[in-house]
């Protein structure tokens, strides 16, 4: 053998074992969410087989790990024909629905020992795999179920798509699965698309199809896709028995297999998974429309048969819209208690997730124009379990040239003063600390649950309080009587009294309490919490300077700045001195440092975890010594990520803070637990 040989068959040998690496990484990576390398170890691997691909180009092939960056663009997508039909579903949206399909079954099948599978029902884009021994070759998408677009270049982008199969994989054959994108990949894509400039999407499902669609590979590289499969479509060397086994094979094969997928043998149990998923979708860190049902036995399935372009042994049950189009009637603007111009959607009556919708979130006015919605416009809304209604995305088709573009008003809409829009600052404001709306959002604020929490007192008997001129800030509802509570319209002697004893009883609750109760720019609970620690007294905090308060582990200077400029103002300090005179409690009954092994440290969370409550995850965290904000800061330890994270993950990948998802987060439990018991 020459030199060259020798070394081409070095360099071959060592390309070989490279790809195996790297795959066995993307594996452990993309479908177990197990890496046993840092990234950097992984980029070290990739960067060798590529400068390796680069030296000796004959070696590149196309289910290289290097080649996930995407080809050349295409002219156009190839027509690929389907071996076996990719069938839609038939649809039940309800119990009723769902148990007449069970009933159809057993009759036809003349048997009721039926075992089923269901598995959730991803919201994104449901493709055909490929594969030639144990090689992804091609991949499309369902199109009209007879044939669809060839895709493969794309596909090859999507990590946790393998392009080489581990040992014992069928000679040739399809798999079958969904292509779609996570609520925070989605988000962040959308972020990144609104900073520059570009159009923004209107949710993940049609994120994830028009990310696979694209012409040009490099682009879906960049997309922030993912895969489950769920079938296997055909085999060569035969199908398994059942569509468990199916999953099981492609799970051993390294394919992404949704873990919540169950079998059952009891059709009740079928039916309270389905209604179950109803309620806890939202936990999950994708979206799903609904459960898809199927009978487990692959020779029950061939006896059944299809219906036209519907298999008889499947039904997707369909969970109520979460999205819905209809007119953006106008866009109106009410006043928040810290003087924050709030615009909102008046829609056209619609019905989404099982509720009438009238109104919906605007957010501020940067948010209406980079969605570029106007009043007349058809639009989409969207509401997912009780989140509040959202107003996404416009239907530019539509349009007639008469919608209007919307403008933030110059003055206040409750008062009349000049607004303010600060440098820097998304929100507009009306300066003027005696609007009347800011008054009577700040009483509501003050009386609720997680302030001082005076039962009794919601937002129509705040407005009578106000607008009768009993109450004009907080403090006077300490000079209340029973007489001037039961003379007011809709009050009863008994109610007078109840909600009187309701107001004594809020004095004595802790400072903390107070001090979020009085609607301090930027100060939540949390961080009133961690103020009241600190300085133990209303006296002390209020002549606290900026640069003590910003001491504070977890206190940024934006929020230093805002409590500063809140005790600066004669009228809040007014305030204060009438709620000395009341005998509203002023000192903190928890005063000092948190001991513990997290000691010093501060975390904050942001979205849902499926193992704790907020509240749970808090007190963990409270227990082991650590403090517990509500923004992110330089001086944030770290942020604890669950399901749909808002605005502050953004914030800690801008400053680059550690984020822990749910099992790290419990992996950081764990550790410490085992020092503070």
């Not at 070394?7 to 452990?28: C, M």
């Not at 289910?63 to 996930?68: D, G, L, M």
Request: hydrophobic content about 40%; some cysteine.
């Amino acid at each position: 053998m020459t030199t060259t040989d020798r070394l081409q068959h070095e360099a071959q040998l060592r390309v070989e074992g490279l790809r195996a690496q790297i795959n066995l990484h993307n594996y452990r990576y993309h479908v177990l969410d197990d890496p046993e390398v840092s990234d950097a170890a992984y980029d070290l691997l990739l960067g060798e087989l590529r400068a390796l691909e680069e030296a000796h180009p004959e070696l590149i092939t196309p289910e290289s790990p290097t080649q996930r960056v995407g080809a050349a663009p295409a002219e156009t997508f190839e027509v690929v024909r389907h071996p076996q039909p990719l069938r839609s579903l038939a649809n039940a949206f309800n119990e009723g629905e769902l148990r007449a399909w069970h009933a159809r079954i057993m009759r036809l099948l003349e048997t009721t020992e039926i075992e089923f599978v269901c598995e959730p029902k991803i919201d994104g884009l449901a493709i055909a795999l490929v594969y030639e021994q144990g090689r992804f070759v091609q991949g499309a998408t369902r199109g009209d179920g007879v044939q669809g677009e060839n895709v493969t270049a794309n596909l090859r982008t999507v990590r946790s798509i393998p392009n080489a199969l581990p040992e014992g994989a069928p000679s040739r054959f399809e798999a079958r699965g969904e292509v779609y994108m996570t609520t925070a990949g989605f988000e962040k894509m959308n972020r990144q698309q609104g900073e520059a400039g570009a159009k923004l999407y209107a949710n993940p499902r049609n994120s994830a199809a028009g990310s696979l669609r694209q012409k040009d590979p490099r682009i879906t590289a960049q997309r922030p896709l993912d895969f489950f499969g769920y079938a296997i479509g055909w085999s060569d060397d035969g199908l398994p028995e059942t569509q468990t086994e199916a999953l099981d094979l492609l799970r051993r094969l390294r394919f992404p297999i949704n873990e919540h997928i169950r079998r059952f043998t009891s059709f009740d149990e079928v039916v309270a998974f389905c209604l179950g998923w109803t309620e806890r979708r939202g936990q999950l860190p994708y979206e799903i429309d609904g459960v898809v049902v199927k009978v487990d036995r692959l020779a029950q399935q061939r006896q059944l048969g299809a219906a036209g372009r519907e298999p008889r042994w499947a039904i997707a049950f369909k969970f109520p819209a979460t999205e819905a189009t209809t007119r953006l009637l106008d866009i109106q603007v009410n006043v928040g208690r810290t003087g924050t111009l709030n615009p909102y959607a008046v829609l056209e009556p619609v019905v989404v997730s099982g509720a009438t919708v009238k109104l919906a979130t605007l957010h501020n006015e940067e948010d209406i124009h980079r969605k570029d919605l106007r009043i007349g416009d058809t639009v989409i809304v969207h509401r997912a379990g009780d989140v509040i209604p959202q107003v996404v995305a416009p239907v530019t088709s539509t349009r007639t040239g008469a919608e209007r573009i919307f403008q933030m008003p110059t003055y206040c809409p409750a008062c009349g003063t000049a607004v303010v829009k600060p440098e820097g600052e998304a929100m507009h404001y009306c300066p003027n600390r005696a609007c009347p709306a800011q008054a009577v959002r700040l009483l509501e604020h003050f009386v609720s649950r997680g302030a001082l929490d005076i039962e009794g007192i919601g937002e129509r008997l705040a407005r009578v309080l106000y607008e009768t001129g009993l109450v004009r800030d907080p403090a006077d509802l300490y000079a209340l009587t029973v007489e001037q509570l039961a003379a007011l319209e809709r009050m009863a002697e008994k109610s007078a009294t109840n909600v009187f004893q309701a107001i004594q009883s809020s004095k004595s609750k802790p400072l903390a309490r107070l001090i979020f109760a009085l609607g301090i720019r930027h100060v939540g609970d949390e961080t009133a919490g961690l103020i009241a620690d600190h300085f133990g007294s209303m006296d002390a905090l209020s002549t606290a300077t900026v640069k003590e308060i910003d001491a504070i582990p977890g206190i940024g200077v934006t929020v230093a700045e805002s409590v500063r400029a809140h005790f600066a103002e004669e009228h809040n300090l007014r305030v204060i001195e009438k709620l000395r005179a009341a005998g509203v409690r002023f000192t903190s009954e928890r005063r000092g440092s948190r001991e513990g092994p997290l000691a010093g440290s501060t975390y904050v969370l942001t979205g849902t975890m499926e193992r704790f409550t907020r509240n749970e995850a808090e007190a963990r965290l409270k227990q082991l010594g650590a403090s517990v904000t509500g923004s992110v800061s330089k001086k944030t330890t770290g942020v604890i990520a669950g399901v749909n994270p808002g605005s502050k993950l953004a914030k800690a990948e801008q400053l680059k803070l550690p984020v822990l998802d749910e099992e790290a987060f419990q992996a950081l439990l764990d550790t410490h637990a085992e020092t503070n018991p």
